[in-house]
């Protein structure tokens, strides 16, 4: 009776070595990558890459993307899709505009774009689980249709440019750090935004239960957490962060255009899966997310740097998405060796 | 014996979805530090019965009484806090999170940061997790495994680790051996005889007969949605029990009615 269940104790040593080493390749397989492809560019670039210049030029490009692809990570943590970030982004930044033309004060049109990026990140939660649509994939794809019709409903289908300077402060401003040393605002509202929702994530119930849901959403049922409840919160916050996204991106361009964030939501599932979050959800780190981002920025800027036309770095992205994901699936294989 | 309350009962439950009729009017009782087996067919009612006691089904009639008092339950939740946990046949465990994350799932523990942000306790719930298992000697490497690294006697434990984390009464278990390997079953079986020693009432749902008897005082049996049959486990053998499941009363049955003629 005094030994009960042990059993990991005879399973092989070299096997649980390599086991052991599984969950570090998890975390850090994709930091190694960044590092890679960092060294990589040095090496090709020494001149132009390593300067501040260059540097917070990449974080500048990313930061929409790496905000999107934030909310994308919560809701393919819980094994679901957002296929209407790119539409939700562009519908905020829109109103944004739209509200800006008219005459609005700044503290309302910093609002907005959250309350709209939230409206539609919320009825794509209830169309989930109130019309109990088969797949989130069915709500989303409707949503991007949504979404973008009305961005073009708003305007007229023209872009609106010309917004009040501290709208556009996150976007497109820099913050001394010391002589010479500029880090662009959007970094830092991604630095926050990561560091909030990360914590969220690992330290709430509410984080925990979404991570349960992933792994298992029947257990996370009988456990008593309100699984619909969650969700609706889950894709009213992928939405939230679209519309950050979308002021970020209205900051940069100093407008609203009605093809902005067209097909975008594509980038974002690339940052989040090449980051290491599982497409069968539960599984990712908001770290892994954000090294997501950075590798499609940094392979765009290498490319960009080397002259490499525009649709070899699209086949590249494809390429790693496809590589990344490979090492995850050798990953389960050795995993599931395991039991 | 009729001086305790019995811990559980369920009187004249019927349960029909729609036109079919999955329970009519069974009973069931169950004692503190009883593990009552309950045998049949598929399709017999066995799991119904069980998600109505465990609050995931409400009965279409008939009635619920835990330690006399009569309840209703609209969701597992209500049962839970009433003591009733359930041990599900897949285990329901989310494989992605740690030991000490699926025995407190739903019911994490907090504390207050700034003092007025709730985030959960990791590490209270990690040592509470740790002493919960040594307290029903379940033997793993480090509570922060996740559950999908443990073998299946592991899981089943952590299940069953959840189910008796916070005072319950009863623990009702779907089939907890079916996917075992061998060697596993006999620890999980000296687990559920561990729970009896405290007094928690143990539902056990099995086709294995050799789990039943290794384990059980009772053993009852349904047969299209009825009471069948039932007998102390000394009063009854295996064959008779077999007989049960299939529908045919066995030597026993036939004698205790010829007794009554």
Redesign the interface.
């Known amino acids: 009776?005094?030994?009960?269940?042990?059993?990991?104790s005879d399973t092989k040593r070299a096997e649980s070595l390599r086991?052991r080493l599984i969950p570090y390749i998890d975390r850090y397989g994709v930091l190694l990558l960044v590092l890679v492809m960092g060294i990589t560019s040095y090496i090709l670039e020494p001149e132009v890459f390593l300067t501040w210049r260059n540097v917070s030029n990449i974080f500048r490009q990313i930061a929409f993307n790496a905000v999107l692809a934030l909310g994308e990570f919560i809701v393919i943590l819980t094994a679901g899709i957002d296929l209407s970030v790119g539409s939700t982004l562009a519908l905020a930044m829109m109103a944004t505009a739209v509200l800006s033309k008219a005459g609005y004060s700044v503290p309302i049109l910093l609002i907005v774009p959250f309350i709209v990026g939230a409206v539609v990140g919320v009825i794509n939660g209830l169309g989930l689980t109130k019309l109990r649509l088969p797949h989130p994939f069915i709500m989303t794809l409707g949503m991007l249709n949504i979404a973008r019709g009305a961005t073009n409903l708003i305007s007229g289908g023209v872009p609106i440019s010309g917004l009040p300077d501290p709208v556009r402060w996150m976007g497109a401003s820099d913050i001394k750090l010391g002589e010479g040393i500029e880090i662009p605002a959007s970094l830092l509202v991604v630095v926050i935004a990561y560091t909030i929702i990360g914590l969220f994530l690992q330290?709430?119930?509410t984080?925990?239960?979404i991570?349960?849901i992933?792994?298992?959403p029947?257990?996370?049922?009988?456990?008593?957490?309100n699984v619909d409840r969650t969700l609706i919160l889950v894709y009213g916050l992928c939405g939230m962060l679209a519309g950050l996204s979308g002021l970020l991106l209205a900051g940069r361009t100093n407008s609203g255009f009605p093809n902005a964030g067209l097909g975008q939501e594509l980038d974002a599932i690339s940052a989040v899966i090449i980051g290491g979050a599982s497409f069968f959800?539960?599984?990712g780190s908001v770290l892994g997310v954000f090294a997501g981002a950075l590798v499609i920025g940094l392979l765009r800027n290498i490319l960009n740097l080397q002259n490499v036309p525009v649709f070899w770095q699209q086949v590249l992205i494809g390429v790693v998405i496809i590589s990344v994901v490979y090492l995850d699936v050798l990953r389960r294989r050795a995993?599931s060796s395991?039991? | 014996m009729e001086t305790i309350t019995p811990l559980i009962e369920a009187r004249g439950i019927s349960k029909h979805f729609g036109a079919v009729t999955a329970l009519e009017e069974v009973n069931l009782s169950l004692m503190p530090g009883e593990v009552l087996g309950v045998v049949g067919d598929n399709g017999a009612g066995k799991s119904t019965l069980m998600k109505i006691l465990a609050g995931?089904y409400p009965p279409s009639q008939g009635q619920l009484i835990i330690q006399g008092q009569p309840v209703q339950f609209s969701?597992?939740?209500d049962a839970?806090d009433r003591g009733i946990e359930?041990v599900?046949q897949?285990?329901?465990?989310?494989?992605?999170?740690r030991i000490d994350?699926?025995i407190f799932?739903?019911?994490?523990q907090?504390r207050r940061v700034l003092g007025f942000i709730?985030?959960?306790h990791?590490r209270a719930n990690m040592r509470q997790a740790q002493e919960h298992l040594e307290r029903l000697?379940?033997?793993?490497?480090s509570v922060s495994q996740r559950v999908?690294?443990?073998?299946?006697?592991?899981r089943q434990?952590v299940a069953i680790a959840r189910a008796t984390a916070f005072d319950a009464k009863v623990i009702i278990m779907d089939e907890p051996t079916a996917a075992l390997a061998i060697k596993?079953v006999g620890?999980v079986l000296?687990?559920i005889k561990?729970l009896r020693t405290h007094g928690i009432g143990v539902i056990l749902i099995s086709h294995r007969l050799d789990d039943v008897f290794y384990v059980c005082d009772r053993v009852m049996a349904l047969f299209h949605g009825r009471n069948f049959a039932e007998a102390p486990l000394g009063r009854t053998d295996r064959n008779e029990v077999i007989g049960w499941i299939m529908g045919n009363r066995g030597q026993t049955a036939a004698a205790q009615e010829l007794d009554l003629n």
């Not at chain 1, 009776?1 to 990991?8: G, K, S, V």
């Not at chain 1, 029947?218 to 957490?225: T, Y």
Request: a neutral charge; hydrophobic letters at 30%; charged letters at 25%.
């Open positions: 009776m005094a030994e009960q269940i042990t059993e990991l086991v330290y709430s119930r984080g925990r239960h991570y349960a992933g792994g298992n029947q257990a996370a049922r009988v456990s008593g957490i959800g539960g599984r995993g395991n039991s | 995931l969701s597992p939740k839970r359930m599900y897949d285990l329901a465990l989310a494989g992605n999170l994350e699926n799932l739903g019911r994490e907090t709730p985030i959960v990791h000697r379940i033997h793993v490497k999908e690294e443990l073998s299946g006697g592991q434990a596993e620890k000296d687990l561990d």
